[in-house]
């Protein structure tokens, strides 16, 4: 396409609605007409129009033009700019308007200390975005009850684990099985030498990078904590010269990332100066950072009963609802389909409190999900099973969580959360996120060995669509009595509010 075409199009199609005749709809006209955008043709060539002094020009590219030509301004030393001017910016750039600034400030604490203090946990900060505090009551576990704080915006995951919580409750809770605490991480680097000598001297490679970040573990070993131990391995793939030297360490109560990669940058400042102490060439450092990958920083949870007590739903024997069960859980442990979404609804429950205690839920996701496919094939995170007359099941979850550092006390609700638990160590805050995931995963694979899924969560679900129907507390309650034994969709819903409004 050249401007000569664009000109051609221009007269060919001016008439009075020529948004119409373009396959515009009102809308995108109303917010075009607010915007300045750049359309690219030619592949580098770049032809600039203020929409809203040429819309036929406007009009005509919207419907010649395929989406990915259609570019926002670029925006230079936006990072720089105060918090106000970069809302105002966001405004008109993507919301057509400057003065739609203050849409941003609505969600903004009253304490302007606290405002502050949030926006600086993050960059390019425009407002704050709420998720739901809420609370899971009676999860008991080691006979400790607990009521967990949990920050989810999906429907049911906190009905279903207060429900899964209360149900063990009265049959023993969760008990930690086992636990471990070592994380780890890597420096990488090019053994410009011989290869077999480092790895006949290796323990002295050990003691030495330990001397040279003595002074870094001073606070980590006042706490009980400290370098565990090294392992070095070649990487083959790569080349024999390639090494990957990993540092397992325990970062007591601190989730560690900041610590291990101080560590690990300083450990891999200092391999020049073993090598040359040493008479060999000088090593290449690839990069050296913490890994996610914390298998050996897990805990594992069991909930155990008797068969006879599995009295979750009234319309099935107790022995026919393990077997069942067991047999529904093996199915995500064998195949992928199943796997994914089991464990997704795992993390329903283990995300939950992870973001409400101010934690990395991110590299929780990464480090569970690589622990599914530790076996080269995804599988299920939980298991379950039937010894004579008990009925069992178990969660192991390789998450590394912090109960100090970070934002743990810094985000208001945070530290509220922590309250709320006693101020756990990290060990037990790992119990509890751990408890909370095979609370949600015992109720909804239950759910779906029963009344299925879809029931419960819809019936919860309701009050979404209802809030996105607009819909006034007599029209509420009119739709839940109304959908009490029926079926929940949205179509549903819309079609029920559209007959009471009309009969009212």
């Not at 283990?350 to 990464?366: C, K, M, Q, Y």
Request: hydrophobic share 40%; charged share 25%.
């Amino acid at each position: 396409m050249n401007l000569k075409t664009i000109e051609e199009m221009e007269i060919t199609h001016s008439k009075k609605n020529i948004h119409e005749s373009s396959g515009m709809n009102a809308r995108d006209f109303a917010q075009l007409k607010k915007r300045h955008i750049s359309f690219k043709f030619d592949q580098n060539k770049q032809f600039s129009v203020d929409l809203s002094k040429n819309m036929n020009q406007a009009c005509l590219f919207w419907k010649y033009l395929p989406p990915k030509m259609i570019t926002k301004t670029k925006l230079s030393g936006f990072s720089r700019k105060s918090q106000k001017e970069k809302r105002q910016i966001i405004a008109k750039e993507c919301l057509g308007d400057l003065n739609r600034f203050s849409e941003f400030e609505q969600f903004h604490f009253s304490d302007a200390d606290l405002q502050q203090r949030i926006e600086r946990f993050s960059e390019n900060t425009l407002t704050n975005h709420v998720l739901p505090f809420g609370v899971i009551p009676n999860v008991v576990i080691d006979g400790k009850r607990y009521h967990v704080p949990a920050a989810i915006e999906e429907s049911s995951v906190i009905a279903a684990a207060s429900k899964a919580a209360s149900f063990w409750d009265d049959r023993g809770g969760f008990k930690t099985i086992k636990h471990n605490n070592l994380k780890n991480g890597q420096v990488y680097f090019e053994w410009n030498d011989d290869v077999n000598w480092l790895l006949v001297n290796q323990q002295n490679l050990f003691q030495f990078l330990t001397q040279k970040v003595k002074s870094l573990l001073v606070n980590t070993e006042k706490r009980g904590g400290g370098i565990h131990h090294f392992e070095i391995e070649q990487l083959h793939d790569l080349s024999a010269s390639t090494i990957k030297l990993t540092v397992f360490v325990n970062t007591v109560d601190s989730m560690g990332a900041n610590f291990i990669n101080s560590m690990l940058e300083s450990m891999a400042n200092s391999m020049e100066e073993f090598a040359l102490n040493n008479g060999k060439a000088k090593p290449e450092i690839i990069m050296s950072i913490l890994s996610n990958f914390t298998p050996q920083n897990f805990v594992t949870i069991e909930a155990r009963t008797s068969i006879d007590t599995l009295t979750w739903d009234k319309t099935m024997k107790p022995r026919d609802f393990a077997e069942k069960f067991v047999k529904a859980v093996r199915i995500a442990d064998v195949d992928v389909s199943r796997a994914v979404t089991h464990n997704k609804g795992i993390m329903n429950g283990s995300d939950a409190v992870i973001l409400a205690t101010g934690n990395d839920f991110r590299a929780a996701e990464a480090a569970v999900h690589a622990y599914a496919a530790r076996s080269g094939r995804y599988r299920s995170l939980s298991s379950a099973g039937i010894d004579g007359d008990e009925f069992w099941m178990q969660l192991t979850l390789p998450i590394a969580l912090g109960t100090v550092g970070g934002v743990t006390k810094l985000h208001p609700t945070a530290a509220m959360a922590f309250e709320m638990l006693g101020n756990p160590s990290a060990h037990e805050l790992m119990k509890v996120t751990a408890a909370a995931g095979l609370a949600n995963n015992f109720a909804a694979v239950a759910s779906l060995i029963t009344t299925g899924i879809q029931k419960g969560h819809m019936k919860l679900h309701l009050d979404n669509i209802l809030a996105a129907e607009n819909a006034n507390k007599e029209q509420r309650l009119a739709a839940k009595a109304f959908f009490k034994d029926k079926t929940v969709s949205v179509n549903a819903v819309r079609d029920f509010m559209k007959e009471f409004r009309e009969l009212v």
